[in-house]
Structure formats: C-alpha cells, structure tokens
C-alpha cells in the first residue's frame, strides 16, 4: 500500500507565509502527477495546484502569483509553498497524487488525511 502524509500547516497571520509537504511511502516504482487540494467548512474540495512527473505545474486562479507547487521526485515528496496569505485561504489542504506501483503501468490514486491552514490576525 501508499501511505500519503501531509505537514506544515499552521496559524498564520494575513500576508503571512507557508510551506506544506506531501510524502509518500510504501510500495512505489513511481509517481505520476500530485495534486494540492483544499476544502473549508462548508465548500466542497477544490483542486489548487497540480504537477506531473516531469515538473509542469498549473494553479487555480484564486492563488495564481502567491503559491508556488514543486516537487523532489528522489524523496517522493511535493511542497506547496504559500505566500501573502489570506483569511480566506483557510482550510484543510489535502494532497493527492497517483501512483504507479508496479512495472504494470496501472496508476493508484491516493490521498492523504490533510493539514489545517488557518490565516487570522
């Protein structure tokens, strides 16, 4: 099995920055694609940034120019790097990603428990 686990998350105030992790363990020949996701009370989940194996990234509109997605493919690890934060940012962040565990080429799409991001002052 793959084991995602999130880290990072925190109280920060407005304007204030972030870095989150995404590890995967367990049985991994490779990653695909990882995924930034995030919900808050009340909303559904929403997609916030996306990378594929070979490093091309895209955001959501609302934190295009403020987050930055990245990922070290030695350590099975992406990172979602939050800057000028805002209230309206809080929620829980959920990573996802899709994971080839054999030679068979079949990908598994995994998701972790998530980290709460609370922007206040």
């Known amino acids: 099995q793959v084991q995602l686990a999130e880290s990072g998350g925190g109280l920060v105030q407005p304007g204030g920055s972030l870095r989150l992790s995404c590890t995967a363990s367990?049985?991994?020949?490779?990653?695909?694609?990882m995924n930034w996701y995030r919900q808050a009370p009340g909303n559904q989940r929403e997609l916030v940034a996306v990378?594929?194996?070979?490093?091309?990234?895209d955001y959501a509109d609302s934190v295009k120019g403020r987050f930055t997605i990245s990922r070290d493919n030695a350590v099975n690890t992406a990172y979602l790097q939050m800057n000028s934060l805002k209230p309206e940012d809080t929620a829980v962040y959920f990573c996802?990603?899709?994971?080839?565990?054999?030679?068979?080429?079949?990908?598994?799409?995994?998701w972790g428990q998530g980290t709460q991001v609370t922007v206040s002052s």
């Open positions: 996802n990603a899709d994971v080839q565990r054999d030679t068979s080429y079949r990908l598994y799409n995994y």
């Open positions: 990378i594929d194996n070979e490093g091309g990234t």
């Open positions: 367990g049985t991994i020949f490779s990653i695909g694609t």
